[in-house]
């Protein structure tokens, strides 16, 4: 038998598992997906937004695999760490492990002022209003929410994503399992005008078409393109020859930037501007709610007022020939109360696993953990710490098959390594207490009550104590 320890239970750990399952050069295998939460699915339970239904209807195939008989969640367990399994017992328990936590930490501007209260990372705002235990019931959004005007930098599907959760009335976000205090600051928010700013052309951004095009489709909401700032762009004038997923984006903005007003404040000489000053062209349209996409703006500093966020400076760029953008000499400031940076993901150090710095991943050849540059008996890494933040869920697919390729080339010599007889059993007796798939199921039913309690469907427990104290409770 093949005792197999898969840490993280995303969609790269579950398709790891998944993987490992639809296999025959080794019929016998035991998985265990272990996680750090007392709940499964990873990001497409804490990182999807709240009104992706379909996205997140992907939770029922990944329910599939960890409801196989050979595979047994294993939550509440941390991995690393002054509280957790270090890398070196897990290879006591298990014949192999693969590694796959994702990449958690936001990248940072790198700018003044932006560690300002009002300054947060899209990570954060992403987990506070899908009820991360870590986050809890967060207040930091209701006083962020207070201001009319919003800066989101970054023009990528997450950044699109928390704009749009933004813009959206509360009442729509009703039916969604939203926790109660993120929808009652989302109910009680003031934002009006919400910023999209990327420091480079319409043509480099990052966002899906599909997405992009949600903007468009929210009731009360107007989007707001300057054309002139589409014409800075190259490529907008000579579409040809671009990815197609582009040339959409492209025809979207197009659409928009003929529908109405130009965007932007104008350009400044150090004083905040006002973000709303031009409420009129969108109380004219009858829109409650106004998301302006920016381009050719760099962040250079977070302006402050009264010990809190203010606002922000921004360089106007242009096109540089060679695909990048030079700075101009002028500037521009946006007035905002709430700033949320959505850059990019970086990987995270795990104690005792090797890491690349750099390149925020773990060395590896083809998925084999990499110890002072060779590969480590029965480590291995799948998903965004094997390769970095890159591609979409149904990435993952591919990646991990790769991985699982690696593991079973070498499972002969793994099966000769000792492994625990009940790695459950040992986890208890070195203090911890794992949540098992009842467990999962009692926070299932208690989410569901709480729901039903409040008129809603579903709504999640935001906090540890209450996801533990739910997972307890047998008689649930």
């Known amino acids: ?28 295998v035991r998985v265990h997906v272990l996680d750090r939460l007392p709940t499964p699915y990873g990001l497409v339970r804490y990182g999807v937004a709240p009104d992706h239904e379909k996205i997140k209807s992907l939770q029922n195939s990944l329910r599939a695999v960890l409801e196989d008989e050979r595979v047994t969640f294993v939550g509440n367990v941390g991995v690393g760490g002054p509280d957790g399994v270090s890398p070196a017992r897990l290879t006591e328990l298990y014949h192999a492990v693969v590694y796959c936590v994702g ?10 002022g932006e560690s300002l209260p009002g300054s947060y990372s899209a990570t954060r705002f992403v987990s506070w209003y899908s009820a991360h235990p870590d986050i809890g019931a ?98 907008y004038a000579a579409p040809d020859g671009l990815p197609a997923v582009v040339r959409r984006n492209l025809e979207v903005l197009r659409g928009w930037s003929a529908g109405g007003a130009a965007s932007g404040g104008a350009a400044s000489d150090g004083a905040a501007s006002d973000g709303a000053s031009s409420d009129g062209a969108s109380d004219a349209a009858g829109a409650a709610r106004r998301i302006r996409l920016r381009f050719f703006l760099r962040p250079v500093e977070l302006l402050e007022r009264g010990g809190r966020v ?70 291995y890494v799948a998903g965004w710490i094997k390769r970095g933040p890159t591609g979409v869920i149904g990435s993952n697919r591919s990646c991990a098959k790769e991985t699982v390729a690696s593991l079973l080339e070498d ?36 989410e569901a009550e709480l729901g039903r309690s ?23």
């Open 103 to 112: 990449a958690s930490a936001d990248r940072a501007l790198a700018v003044p």
């Open 411 to 446: 499972a002969a010599g793994l099966t000769l390594r000792p492994a625990a007889a009940d790695p459950l059993a040992v986890l208890r007796e070195w203090g911890l207490r794992p949540v098992e798939w009842d467990g999962w199921l009692s926070i299932e039913r208690a």
């Open 138 to 235: 967060d207040p930091f959004a209701r006083d962020a929410l207070e201001s009319r005007s919003a800066v989101v930098i970054g023009v990528g599907n997450v950044a699109v994503d928390v704009a749009r959760i933004l813009a959206r009335g509360a009442d729509e976000l009703r039916t969604t399992d939203v926790p109660r205090a993120a929808l009652s600051a989302l109910a009680a928010s003031r934002v009006r005008d919400v910023h999209i700013v990327g420091r480079r052309g319409p043509s480099q951004a990052r966002f899906t078409t599909k997405e992009l095009r949600e903007l468009g489709a929210l009731p009360g909401a107007r989007v707001v393109v300057d054309p002139a700032e589409l014409a800075l762009d190259p490529a």
């Open 310 to 379: 203010a606002g922000v400076r921004f360089a106007r760029t242009a096109p540089d020939g060679t695909g990048g953008v030079r700075d101009t000499g002028r500037y521009e400031d946006i007035e905002a109360r709430l700033v949320l940076r959505a850059v990019g993901y970086r990987g995270v150090e795990l104690p005792g696993l090797p890491f690349d710095p750099v390149r925020g991943t773990v060395p590896h050849t083809a998925g084999r953990v990499l110890r002072d540059g060779v590969p480590s008996p029965g480590e």
């Open 1 to 28: 038998m093949l005792s197999v320890a898969v840490v993280g239970s995303g969609p790269s750990g579950v398709y790891s598992a998944q993987a490992l399952l639809q296999q025959s050069l080794v019929p016998d």
């Open 454 to 476: 409040l008129g809603r469907g579903p709504v999640k427990i935001p906090d540890w104590p209450g996801l533990l104290a739910a997972a307890r409770d047998e008689n649930r």
